[in-house]
């Protein structure tokens, strides 16, 4: 039996077309993939993700815990509300889940995992937390609200009548009495990710709604992460690839004689040694859209569309690929039996709003 948000009511009274997705009933439109696209590019949409995973970390060694399961490093965060971005890795290095990390207090810290990997998630979670002094809490009490956009913020803000929202920072957060509202995001734009109370998110959808906030489903979500170049987990990203190989070396904070994070030893042999693979973004000429799974040849060896739609703002195909390693003008991409011509370009290929690549 598939689960249920507790805006599903309301999506079917906005027309949402629901699908199943990591065993959930989601929305996938309400009527037009583009335009809901269109309104987060140039205004604001919203976005239920309540079926997002939020874990809470709680206990003494909370902070140390923390710095034993990421490859990147809550010690950056040295103010309450401070949001840090990184993946939870095996011994390999391959990547379990990225997630989001925000700093509540000292021994309180709260993360978001995604949706598929819930089970996996928390089962390695426990068993990583079994030497160390904390303990880990799902919030299954709580919905999730993305409200994405160049006027997102300040429509929350006026809705809620709290003018002191304009404070948070990028990837930083402040709670509103029993909300939760972080400056974070997954459509490149900006924007606020709301954690409440499940039985207030009906009432504050239907006030955003009202205040002319677009519904958007899981199509344009997918099409605006792909443009802002953030990777899909299961896609872009599985356990059978580090960060090094899924363009996220960004993202880990080597420092093994301090903070032997679980997965740094692997890491380290294979920054020395060189990742055989990189994550790459494509753009196409139009007419022919790139698909998951799709061939790509290259001077150097073979290699695969992991994700790869049309991109509404720049009006091109364009896709995430993992090809050999190796300095490339342009690639071959095989679809529905046709070799074809991609361009290689550094991801995003959108960000708030504005064409990072050369078209």
Same mark, same amino acid.
């Not at 065993?23 to 009527?31: A, N, R």
């Not at 971005?85 to 390999?92: F, K």
């Given at each position: 039996m598939e689960l249920k948000t507790p805006l599903y009511d309301a999506h079917i009274a906005a027309g949402g077309q629901m699908v199943s997705f990591?065993?959930?009933?989601?929305?996938?439109?309400?009527?037009?993939q583009l335009k809901e696209h269109q309104a987060v590019r140039e205004a604001a949409g919203m976005f239920d993700v309540s079926h997002?995973?939020?874990?809470? =970390?709680?206990? !003494?060694?909370? %902070?140390?815990?923390? %710095?034993?399961?990421?490859?990147?490093?809550?010690?950056?965060?040295?103010?309450?509300?401070?949001?840090?971005?990184?993946?939870?890795?095996?011994?390999?290095?391959?990547?379990?889940?990225?997630?989001?990390?925000? /700093? =509540?207090e000292e021994t309180f810290y709260r993360t978001v995992v995604n949706a598929a990997t819930r089970e996996a998630d928390l089962a390695w979670m426990r068993e990583q937390a079994t030497a160390f002094d904390v303990e880990i809490i799902e919030r299954d009490?709580?919905?999730?609200?993305?409200?994405?956009? !160049?006027?997102?913020?300040?429509?929350?803000? *006026?809705? /809620? $009548?709290?003018?002191? /929202?304009?404070? +948070?920072? !990028?990837?930083?957060?402040?709670?509103?009495?029993?909300?939760?509202?972080?400056?974070t995001g997954y459509t490149g734009e900006d924007g606020f990710e709301i954690l409440l109370p499940a039985s207030e998110a009906v009432a504050f959808w239907d006030a955003l709604m009202a205040a002319g906030v677009v519904p958007a489903g899981l199509g344009a979500r997918d099409s605006l992460r792909l443009e802002g170049g953030l990777n899909l987990y299961g896609q872009d990203m599985t356990t059978e690839t580090t960060p090094y190989e899924s363009n996220l070396g960004w993202t880990v904070v080597m420092n093994p004689d301090e903070r032997p994070f679980v997965g740094a030893?692997?890491?380290?042999?294979?920054?020395?040694? $060189? !990742?055989?693979?990189?994550?790459?973004?494509?753009?196409? *000429?139009?007419?022919?859209?790139? %698909?998951? $799974?799709?061939?790509?040849?290259?001077?150097?060896?073979?290699?695969?569309?992991?994700?790869?739609?049309?991109?509404?703002?720049?009006?091109?195909? +364009?896709? /995430?690929?993992?090809?050999?390693? $190796?300095?490339?003008?342009?690639? *071959?991409v095989l679809v529905r039996g046709r070799s074809l011509k991609a361009r290689v370009v550094k991801p995003p290929f959108v960000r708030n709003g504005q064409i990072k690549i050369q078209l």
């Open positions: 990591a065993g959930w009933s989601m929305p996938i439109h309400y009527g037009s997002m995973t939020v874990v809470d =970390i709680q206990g !003494p060694e909370a %902070r140390a815990y923390l %710095r034993h399961l990421l490859a990147n490093d809550v010690a950056r965060l040295t103010e309450s509300g401070q949001a840090l971005y990184g993946c939870m890795l095996n011994e390999s290095g391959g990547i379990i889940d990225d997630l989001i990390t925000y /700093l =509540i009490d709580l919905a999730m609200l993305a409200v994405q956009g !160049p006027n997102a913020r300040q429509q929350v803000i *006026d809705v /809620l $009548g709290q003018p002191q /929202l304009a404070e +948070i920072k !990028p990837f930083s957060s402040m709670p509103h009495g029993d909300w939760f509202i972080a400056r030893s692997a890491l380290a042999a294979q920054k020395a040694a $060189g !990742p055989t693979q990189q994550l790459v973004g494509l753009v196409l *000429d139009k007419g022919a859209i790139p %698909r998951a $799974g799709s061939e790509v040849s290259t001077p150097h060896g073979e290699g695969v569309i992991t994700s790869g739609s049309f991109g509404p703002t720049i009006d091109r195909p +364009i896709a /995430l690929a993992r090809i050999p390693a $190796g300095e490339y003008a342009e690639v *071959d």
